[in-house]
Structure formats: structure tokens, C-alpha cells
T-cell receptor, first 116, second 115 residues
């Protein structure tokens, strides 16, 4: 059974800092990994998707890396801003014969607070 | 708005009542998923459709829960005889099954409170 763990559970940083969020998973037979953002009481917004054959993806100030063999991913946020405050979730989908099985297994999230 | 749409956004119900939620996926997406999220936890998978076929149901989905996706378009999730433990955010997501593009997109969720 796939298990996803995110460290740290919570993080508070001053504005402008670069920061790293960590995600680990127990079964390396993944199809892809997604990072999401969730604001309080809201749904999930997809930030980045990394296919299992890829090592990293970048979008603006966000960079996500994937080391499938060691079961790890990191989300790097550059020059953090108060608007980045949210819960960040990582999730993996299982590889089913060369395609995504579909359902996602989530970590518990990292609550990020960026203070001015 | 071409994203995933869920209705209602909030539902307060008395214990023992039945509730039904609706999800409209992104129109070209053939896969639809339901998840449940409780406070401080990540979403947990409930069930998954590809077109109109329900391909998997989690053991979390007791026999009080039923989901349908008639004609492979919108989906409904019904909870019968609600219990306080059913209070949670119910999230719907959709994706394609195309190998190169299986990114999942989520709706805003339905917050259920059972009193």
C-alpha cells in the first residue's frame, strides 16, 4: 500500500526566503506526482505535475524535483510572499501497465505561513 | 467557467437525513474521482469512474454511500442516514486517461456538516 509523507507539517518563514517542502512515498512504481495548493476551506489547485520519467518541473517561482528510485520529491519556492501562505499537498498516482491508474494518494500536507 | 464544478458548496444536515452532492467535471475529461478530506488531513480516495463505469470503490465507502455517473458526464454522491462522522469536505476531481496528460483538476468541494 502506497504511503505518502510530507515534512515539515508546518513551516513559518519571513517574506523573501527561499524554502523547500519535502514529500516521500513508499512505492516507487508511480506514474506521476502532483503538487497542489489548498487555501483554507477551498478546493485544490494543481501547481506542478512531474511524470515518472522526468526529474523536475518549473513554473514561475516554483520548482519541483523527483527522485523516483529513492521515493522523494521536493517543492522549492523562491522568494516567498505572504500570498504563498496555504497548505501544500503532494500526491502520487500508481503506474498501471504504462498508464496512470488514476487515483491519487495524498500526503497530509505542509501548512506554510509567510509573514511580512 | 470550464473548471470542475461542485454543488452545493456547503450543506448542513441533521443526523439520519440523506444528502446528495453533484459534480460536473471538465467536459473533455473521461475520468472522475471523489475524495473526502477531514480537518488537517490530506484527501482520501472514495471512488473513481472512467466514463460511466465505476472502476474502484474504497473500503471507506460504506454501503450508506453511493455514487453514479450516468452517461459519463456529471456525477452524484449520495450519503444515506448521515452520521456525525460523515462531516468532511467532499472533493471531486477529473482528468483524462491520455498517457501524456493525466493531470487531475479539483473542484471547490462540498463542505458537509452533520449536526
Amino acid at each position: 500500500k502506497q504511503e505518502v509523507t510530507q515534512i515539515p507539517a508546518a513551516l513559518s518563514v519571513p517574506e523573501g526566503e527561499n524554502l523547500v517542502l519535502n514529500c516521500s512515498f513508499t512505492d516507487s512504481a508511480i506514474y506521476n506526482l502532483q503538487w497542489f495548493r489548498q487555501d483554507p476551506g477551498k478546493g485544490l489547485t494543481s501547481l506542478l505535475l512531474i511524470q515518472s520519467s522526468q526529474r523536475e518541473q518549473t513554473s514561475g517561482r516554483l520548482n519541483a524535483s523527483l527522485d523516483k528510485s529513492s521515493g522523494r520529491s521536493t517543492l522549492y519556492i523562491a522568494a516567498s510572499q505572504p500570498g504563498d501562505s496555504a497548505t501544500y499537498l503532494c500526491a502520487v498516482s500508481r503506474n498501471a501497465g504504462g498508464t496512470s491508474y488514476g487515483k491519487l494518494t495524498f500526503g497530509q500536507g505542509t501548512i506554510l505561513t509567510v509573514h511580512p | 467557467d470550464t473548471g470542475v464544478s461542485q454543488d452545493p458548496r456547503h450543506k448542513i444536515t441533521k443526523r439520519g437525513q440523506n444528502v446528495t452532492f453533484r459534480c460536473d467535471p471538465i467536459s473533455e475529461h473521461n475520468r472522475l474521482y471523489w475524495y473526502r478530506q477531514t480537518l488537517g488531513q490530506g484527501p482520501e480516495f472514495l471512488t473513481y469512474f472512467q466514463n460511466e463505469a465505476q472502476l474502484e470503490k474504497s473500503r471507506l465507502l460504506s454501503d450508506r454511500f453511493s455514487a453514479e455517473r450516468p452517461k459519463g458526464s456529471f456525477s452524484t454522491l449520495e450519503i444515506q442516514r448521515t452520521e456525525q462522522g460523515d462531516s468532511a469536505m467532499y472533493l471531486c476531481a477529473s482528468s483524462t486517461s491520455d498517457r501524456g496528460n493525466t493531470e487531475a483538476f479539483f473542484g471547490q468541494g462540498t463542505r458537509l456538516t452533520v449536526v
